[in-house]
């Protein structure tokens, strides 16, 4: 099983790490020419969804990449990803990717003295072993309207911070931060269905 | 680190609880985490919000708000010292990636006035002048980031044992040349690749030499790197030197007068970004490195006379 992980900026080593321990092999993709390598599933990392989204269509992969969600191949996305994914951006006028019908707000928490750790419930890891979810939000967004058949994985507060849509996982938070491995075991259960 | 955080902790302040010790933790891993988040990146200097949205807009990871850029700096003399907290503020407004500062080194009430003004990240910089000649802030007072430079391991491990969440190389600011970067990052690596050759039995001695926790040298002795992100910086001016330090080890890049300082800036600022991504495609960086306009002018390390990397140890 080869997932393939968005490697343009940010946190995406930390993903490969985790999936290498889940016994996965990664593909990095750094530019269209890596869109050709095989790979079944998809990984939108953390970092800044200003620079992945402006590299993602300079780079000529955002059709391509766009298409194979639609087509239903899984995709986990973390924080800036999320918001990559998102069909509407409460307070910024750039959209990427629009393959999820959530609206969601960047720096929903503020700025860096916002950030704080927590422990939440995500609904459908229970299958991987009992107890709360550690997460960790970094100038992190939230979800503020979910579309017709979102599914809501988890609530900080009133606030959703996780999400599935079919073939698309979605997080707020970091979950390759942390040593839980739930959340990609979650998205990597979708390749083998 | 984190064992050791907590021991230090503990240790230094007998009186916390084991909940505010944490806290305090915690914060400092979210901290180290936001530096993850920038890896791969290019910062960029800005002195005002036009430039701050140029740098945003040509794919900045973040901004550093600054009154004058180093080469400034450099040219005008003086003492040089934090910015005003108003015009940081107009950048902060300016863009939605994150937004550092600089202060001086061993100012604690910059650091003080920049957390109180929300900085994301805040950079005790040898570039302003030194404000105290012998003790770097305790940055472990601090819930805010920080980023310290260091010319070698030692030097590196003695601001991360005062709590900086991030490293970069010194480089020589201001003047476009890359030649301390270079041989900062090299040292770093050279010194790192050392202690993970060492004994056991011998990393206690390898600490007392590098004048800093045991720890802190157990921790790259196992792991083989900093335990903090590691970016470049100084003198860093065309998309081939960017490529240059990510090559070299470098896990993102400042750059200073770089981009501000050259004929075209929004389009130079946008091939540096590039040629991050793209480091090790000579064939990409050629295409980065094509139609720039003129780069900065630059000072060789050997025409100047202060050496603002020889500040702080």
Known sequence: MNVAVLAIQGAFVEHENMLRRLGVTCVELRGASDLRKPFDALVLPGGESTVQGKLLRELGMSDDIKQRIADGMPVLATCAGLILLADRVVNDPRTYLRTLPIVVRR??????????????????????GKGAFPMEFIRAPYVEEVGDDVEVLAKIDTHVVAVRYHNQVATAFHPELTGDTRVHELFLDMIEK | METMWIARQAGGKRCMRMAEVEVERTQYQLNKELAQMLKGGVIMDVTNPEQARIAEAAGACAVMALERIPADIRAAGGVSRMSDPKMIKGIQDAVSIPVMAKCRIGHFVEAQILEAID??????????????????IDKTRFRVPFVCGAKDLGEALRRIAEGASMIRTKGEPGTGDVVQAVRHMRMVNAEIARIASLRDDELFQAAKDLQVPYELVQLVHDERRLPVVNFAAGGIATPADAALMMQLGAEGVFVGSGIFKSGDPAKRADAIVKAVIHYQEPTVIAQLSEDLGEAMVGINEQEIDLLMAERGK
Do not use: K, M, W
């Not at chain 1, 929903?108 to 939440?120: D, I, K, N, W």
């Open chain 1, 107 to 128: 720096n929903a928490y503020g700025r860096q003295l916002g950030s704080f750790r927590t422990l939440g419930d995500v609904h459908g890891i229970d299958a991987h």
């Open chain 2, 119 to 136: 900085i994301d990240y805040i950079d005790e910089s040898e570039v302003l002048s030194p404000a105290d000649d012998t003790y770097h």
